[in-house]
């Protein structure tokens, strides 16, 4: 998936303003600088209708009420506040990120009460985070070292402004030459990666974790593709070696879709290349983008 969306200084909603992005301004003392306490959602604008919007919005006010973050407008507010940020940019396709933050508090420690939430959203022309031809090929990963923190910690429902752990990850294959990191729990099963959910597919069935992730929403669309498709589809526990033997594996995710993992470990996957699943169900995600028959008009 391209942008061919123009380029503009990007227009975008800071605590109840429109502004430009050289104006864009938050307090260096929010507790989302100090501590990364805010949550966030990310999703996708694709010719002029934001996909899924209900299902993100939903996700973050959920992520909100989890960690007691009172989001200063209502979810139908948001909305329209989030259609007109892509509408004032003039994009067909676009990146959106919304972010709530704890706000400012009383005195710069960690108390998160007496905060007053912030809220800051933007659009730009849409970013994938697969890029130089790896979406059409496939990408090359590596099992981190690291562990993903676990439910007992955090729960990994919560779209939080702490990302520290996936970015450690992340870094870590890149500095092996790999593209991204699979995360295991603390037992060692596969959960997912920085920023996308797993499959494999084994004999014609569709496999995906069902504990330690964050809920992803394209992850649901692959499984009601997979229905569509009649492609049995289950939940399960995985391991590296699941991977390292599967017929085909593939990410999810709002930046960048549905994409092939050909490599894990220095293992071939498969074929070594994307394959027949796999590009079904991304041929049939693509569709559904531009069919714009589960997104909210922009226009
Ligand atoms: N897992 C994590 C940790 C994520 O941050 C994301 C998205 O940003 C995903 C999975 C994929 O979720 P979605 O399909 O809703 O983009």
Redesign the pocket.
């Known amino acids: 998936m391209k942008s061919t969306d123009p380029v503009q200084e990007p227009i975008l909603y800071v605590n109840g303003a429109f502004v430009p992005r050289s104006d864009a301004k938050i307090s260096v003392f929010d507790h989302v600088i100090l501590y990364g306490d805010g949550v966030y959602?990310?999703m996708c604008a694709w010719n002029h209708a934001i996909f899924k919007l209900d299902e993100?919005i939903d996700?973050l006010y959920e992520s909100a009420h989890a960690v007691k973050l009172n989001i200063p407008v209502s979810k139908e507010e948001l909305k329209a506040i989030v259609i007109e940020t892509v509408r004032r940019n003039h994009l067909a396709n676009a990146y959106v990120k919304v972010v709530a933050t704890r706000g400012v508090g009383a005195q710069p420690l960690m108390s998160p009460y007496d905060c007053k939430p912030g809220l800051i959203i933007f659009a730009v022309p849409y970013v994938s985070l697969v890029s130089g031809g790896h979406e059409e090929t496939g990408i090359k990963m590596i099992v981190s070292s690291l562990r993903r923190i676990p439910n007992e910690c955090i729960s990994?429902k919560i779209?939080s402004c702490n990302?520290l752990n996936?970015i450690l990850m992340r870094l870590e294959a890149n500095e092996a030459g790999a593209d991204d990191a699979i995360e295991l729990d603390l037992e060692g099963y596969v959960c997912?990666?920085?920023?996308?959910?797993v499959f494999i597919v084994k004999n014609g069935e569709i496999y995906t974790p069902s504990d330690n992730?964050?809920?992803?929403?394209?992850?649901?669309?692959v499984l009601e593709l997979a229905a569509m498709l009649q492609l049995p589809a289950k939940e399960a526990r995985i391991q590296p070696f699941d991977l390292y033997n599967a017929d085909e594996v593939f990410l999810?995710?709002?930046?960048g879709g549905i994409f092939a993992v050909v490599e894990l470990d220095g293992r071939r996957i498969g074929e070594g290349r994307p394959g027949a699943i796999t590009t079904r169900i991304r041929e049939r995600y693509v569709s559904l983008l531009e069919g714009r028959t589960h997104s909210r008009l922009v226009e």
């Open positions: 959602d990310t993100h996700r990994t779209k990302y996936h997912e990666a920085p920023g996308y959910n992730i964050l809920v992803g929403i394209t992850r649901q669309t999810s995710s709002t930046a």
